[in-house]
């Protein structure tokens, strides 16, 4: 069971560049996420999908879009990579969306704009 | 905006002692809390939540929640040298337009010596 897998692990951009963020769970869970990770700032939420279908702004959206493929994936784009952009991304899943159901993170992707 | 306050660290304490972890939450419409544990370059992993005031226990860690006081805490008994890592706070919505969404404090940075 290899829970919330995350691809690539690690990133290197030039500024303007375009890169996709994969991911996929196999829990059969029905909510997504996308988060972001810097130093100092915890994890600020980009977007989520609560259900397949369905996807809504988070905390941090600008300068991402995300594309809930099917029930398993949720991928997260940078159309155009910018350095602000320079983070450790978080992909998490629960079961449902409501307060009873906790985060399964997967390994997380470690972005760096140049 | 919703906020999540964790005491800022980082906090040292000697093998064997009581490790306290506190966190704070601006929203009173707050459902669920969550401590999530995250251990340098890894992804958070779940340790425990709570739903309810009051305290729950579970193995070395106690989760205390105060509602009223919008107050959430985290106790770590037998204090070991692996459970040095950075404890985050984490606040879940019921309704409305944050449904289901978890707000993560910055998290502390706990040092457990020998």
């Known amino acids: 069971n290899a829970g919330v897998t995350q691809t690539p692990k690690f990133q290197v951009l030039k500024t303007g560049q375009s890169m996709t963020l994969q991911c996929a769970q196999d829990?059969?869970?029905?909510?997504m996420y996308w988060y972001r990770q810097d130093p100092g700032m915890g994890l600020r939420l980009i977007y989520y999908?609560?259900?397949?279908?369905?996807?809504d702004k988070g905390e941090v959206p600008n300068g991402y879009n995300v594309s809930r493929l099917n029930k398993r994936e949720f991928s997260l784009r940078l159309e155009s990579a910018a350095p602000s952009q320079t983070s450790v991304y978080f992909c998490?899943?629960?079961?449902?969306?409501?307060?009873?159901?906790?985060?399964?993170f997967g390994n997380g992707t470690r972005l760096t704009v140049t | 905006q919703k906020e999540v306050e964790q005491n800022s660290g980082p906090l040292s304490v000697p093998e064997g002692a009581i490790a306290s972890l506190n966190c704070t939450y601006s929203?009173?419409?707050?459902?669920?809390f969550f401590w999530y544990r995250q251990y340098s370059g890894k992804s958070p992993e779940l340790i425990m939540f709570?739903?309810?005031?009051g305290d729950k226990e579970d193995g070395r860690f106690t989760a205390q929640l105060n509602k009223a006081s919008q107050y959430v805490s985290l106790l770590i008994r037998d204090s070991q040298p692996s459970d040095s890592a950075t404890y985050l706070c984490?606040?879940?919505?019921?309704?409305?337009?944050?449904?289901?969404?978890?707000?993560f404090g910055q998290g502390t940075i706990l040092t457990v010596h020998p």
């Open positions: 709570i739903y309810s005031n």
């Open positions: 999908s609560a259900s397949e279908g369905t996807t």
């Open positions: 929203d009173r419409g707050s459902q669920s």
């Open positions: 984490a606040v879940k919505d019921a309704g409305g337009t944050s449904y289901g969404k978890l707000t």
């Open positions: 998490a899943s629960s079961e449902r969306p409501g307060p009873n159901s906790p985060l399964h």
């Open positions: 829990m059969n869970h029905n909510s």
